[in-house]
């Protein structure tokens, strides 16, 4: 089994920028491709990026240019660097963790099983 911890969450102005990370323990060996989700208030679960075990990502079109996704897999962390916050960007984000060895942009919801407990972001003035 794959355990996921999110840390980071915060308050932050619009314009302002967060760092969240992951980190995973357990069966680390058998974590392939790992993404980024967020549930915002009232709305279904979106992807907001991905990321392939040798490093290949994946974004949403809404933070494409604003977030940056990475990992080490050496120490067992994922991070999403989120800048230029907007109010829109409000959420709960959860890290996420699959066995499959994918291209993120080819892995679908259903790959992913390791779920962490989820980090919230406010963006608010």
């Known amino acids: 089994q794959v355990q996921l911890v999110e840390s980071g969450g915060d308050l932050v102005q619009p314009g302002g920028s967060l760092r969240l990370s992951c980190a995973a323990s357990?069966?680390?060996?058998?974590?392939?491709?790992m993404a980024w989700y967020r549930r915002a208030p009232g709305k279904e679960r979106e992807y907001v990026a991905g990321i392939s075990s040798g490093g290949d990502t994946n974004y949403a079109d809404s933070v494409t240019g604003r977030f940056t996704i990475s990992r080490d897999n050496a120490k067992n962390w994922m991070w999403l660097q989120m800048n230029s916050l907007k109010p829109e960007d409000t959420a709960v984000y959860y890290c996420?963790?699959?066995?499959?060895?994918?291209?993120?942009?080819?892995?679908?919801?259903?790959?992913?099983?390791?779920w962490g407990q989820g980090t919230q972001v406010t963006v608010s003035s």
């Open positions: 996420a963790g699959s066995r499959r060895r994918l291209h993120p942009s080819r892995a679908r919801d259903s790959v992913y099983v390791y």
């Open positions: 357990g069966d680390i060996f058998s974590i392939g491709v």
